[in-house]
């Protein structure tokens, strides 16, 4: 563990006072799993610019440390190595957290492919963990599932009472069967009375700190568009999808946590604005003013053929919708992969 004594301390209670201190919400603590990702860097700089104290879990599997770099040092945050499929450290069993943001699980394709027992495990055993924790301290825990339970889907849009078109054996399986079972469990815990629990499930999301080589097709897309490298589209570029900027989505994220009229119900948050692969790549060509080639590749088993959020229940819940279009939230992903933050782009995968 790498948080300091002095923080810890500060921040343990003995249990007895725990349910007081949640109850009148004296406390702004929240442990961020999965802190050291794309999406989750980004929350840890939002709660800790919003005054709260973050601790941040992660195994670094698929994040990296260069994410959270500028918070080292950063009085309000502490990082803790760890795998949430292992034993919680005890130090960290006696925090009082009151919310829990619970991120922790590869998200792109190649990556939770790449050793899927594993990622069956984290969304399984880990989610499970987590909510022990939020039973045992009294948070709220927050869940970020995701549009994948919808599998490829047979509606369209997906609002959040279809059940899905998913494959259980497909190599998608273990991240979206996994996040069904994720949500399963949090309902489980929550109908139980064990936890207080909140359910976000995320549609495409992009921006700055995507890692440039994990495959997703904005990292690649803009990657290989300022190397100069051939641009790759999966199948005939057809398949639709609805990418939202990654600061609209921790707006969602932050309203969903504190929202107690979206109690009991899974949320979609993404941007309604689908667009067709080839449309984003015509996008991107565009923009960078690329002179690479766009070449086929084939379709990946099980890849949805269409897909756009139905965000009725978010703007009806928390009054939440995007404010970021997608030719601005891309303008600021090629600056920010342009820049000399973004570590090593030339790598991007083809
Ligand atoms: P990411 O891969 O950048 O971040 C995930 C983080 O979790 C990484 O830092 C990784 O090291 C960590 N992690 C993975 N397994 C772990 C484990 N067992 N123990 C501890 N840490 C672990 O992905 P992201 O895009 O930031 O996604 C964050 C969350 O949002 C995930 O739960 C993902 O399923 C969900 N989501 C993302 C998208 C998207 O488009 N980015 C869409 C839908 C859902
Ligand atoms: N894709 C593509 N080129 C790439 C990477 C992905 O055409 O270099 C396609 C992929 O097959 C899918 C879509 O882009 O149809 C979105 O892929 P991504 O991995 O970003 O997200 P997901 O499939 O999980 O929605």
Same mark, same amino acid.
Request: glycine residues 10%; charged residues 25%.
């Given at each position: 563990?790498?948080?300091?004594?002095?923080? /810890?301390?500060?921040?343990?209670?003995?249990?007895?006072?725990?349910?007081?201190?949640? =109850?009148?919400?004296?406390?702004?603590?929240?442990?961020?799993?999965?802190?050291?990702?794309?999406?989750?860097?980004?929350?840890? #700089?939002?709660?800790?610019?919003?005054?709260?104290?973050?601790? +941040?879990? #992660?195994?670094?599997?698929?994040? %990296?440390?260069?994410?959270?770099?500028?918070?080292?040092?950063?009085?309000?945050? %502490?990082?803790?190595?760890?795998?949430?499929?292992?034993?919680?450290?005890?130090?960290? =069993?006696?925090?009082?957290?009151?919310?829990?943001?619970?991120?922790?699980?590869?998200?792109?394709?190649?990556?939770?492919?790449?050793?899927?027992?594993?990622?069956?495990?984290?969304?399984?055993?880990?989610?499970?963990?987590?909510?022990?924790?939020?039973?045992?301290?009294?948070? %709220?825990? /927050?869940?970020?599932?995701?549009?994948?339970?919808?599998?490829?889907?047979?509606?369209? &849009?997906?609002?959040?009472?279809?059940?899905?078109?998913?494959? +259980?054996?497909?190599?998608?399986?273990?991240?979206?069967?996994?996040?069904?079972?994720?949500?399963?469990?949090?309902?489980?815990?929550?109908?139980?009375?064990?936890?207080?629990?909140? !359910?976000?499930? /995320?549609?495409?999301?992009?921006?700055?700190?995507?890692?440039?080589?994990?495959?997703?097709?904005?990292?690649?897309?803009?990657?290989?568009?300022?190397?100069?490298?051939?641009?790759?589209?999966?199948? #005939? @570029?057809?398949?639709?999808?609805?990418?939202?900027?990654?600061?609209? !989505?921790?707006?969602?994220?932050?309203?969903?946590?504190?929202?107690? =009229?979206?109690?009991?119900?899974?949320?979609?948050?993404?941007?309604?604005?689908?667009?067709?692969? =080839?449309?984003?790549?015509?996008?991107?060509?565009?923009?960078?003013?690329?002179?690479?080639?766009?070449?086929?590749? &084939? /379709?990946?088993?099980?890849?949805? %053929?269409?897909?756009?959020?139905?965000?009725?229940?978010?703007?009806?819940?928390?009054?939440?919708?995007?404010? !970021?279009?997608?030719?601005?939230?891309?303008?600021?992903? !090629?600056?920010?992969?342009?820049?000399?933050?973004? &570590?090593?782009? @030339?790598?991007?995968?083809?």
């Amino acid at each position: 563990i790498s948080c300091s004594g002095g923080f /810890l301390a500060a921040c343990a209670l003995p249990v007895t006072a725990q349910e007081s201190c949640v =109850k009148n919400g004296s406390e702004r603590f929240a442990l961020v799993t999965g802190g050291g990702g794309f999406i989750g860097s980004h929350l840890c #700089d939002r709660l800790i610019a919003d005054g709260v104290r973050v601790v +941040c879990v #992660d195994s670094f599997r698929t994040g %990296r440390r260069s994410n959270l770099a500028h918070l080292e040092g950063n009085p309000a945050f %502490r990082l803790v190595e760890h795998d949430v499929i292992d034993e919680l450290p005890a130090e960290l =069993k006696r925090l009082r957290f009151t919310r829990i943001y619970h991120l922790a699980c590869p998200a792109s394709p190649p990556h939770y492919q790449e050793d899927p027992e594993h990622t069956m495990m984290t969304n399984v055993v880990g989610t499970r963990n987590m909510l022990r924790l939020a039973e045992s301290v009294g948070a %709220r825990l /927050l869940l970020t599932s995701t549009s994948e339970v919808y599998g490829d889907p047979e509606v369209h &849009p997906q609002n959040e009472d279809y059940r899905g078109w998913v494959n +259980c054996t497909g190599p998608r399986a273990c991240y979206d069967e996994g996040k069904r079972a994720a949500e399963t469990l949090a309902f489980d815990f929550r109908r139980a009375g064990r936890a207080d629990v909140r !359910i976000a499930r /995320l549609f495409n999301t992009y921006g700055p700190r995507m890692h440039e080589d994990d495959g997703r097709v904005v990292s690649n897309v803009v990657c290989q568009a300022l190397a100069g490298d051939d641009i790759t589209i999966y199948g #005939d @570029g057809s398949q639709t999808r609805s990418f939202c900027y990654v600061e609209d !989505i921790v707006d969602g994220l932050l309203q969903l946590m504190e929202s107690e =009229k979206a109690d009991g119900v899974p949320v979609n948050l993404g941007n309604p604005d689908e667009m067709t692969v =080839k449309a984003l790549v015509d996008l991107v060509v565009e923009m960078t003013g690329t002179a690479s080639r766009v070449v086929l590749r &084939p /379709l990946p088993q099980d890849d949805p %053929r269409r897909r756009k959020p139905d965000i009725g229940r978010a703007r009806d819940l928390l009054g939440w919708e995007p404010t !970021i279009d997608v030719r601005d939230g891309l303008a600021r992903t !090629i600056a920010w992969f342009s820049s000399a933050e973004a &570590p090593g782009w @030339g790598t991007a995968a083809a």
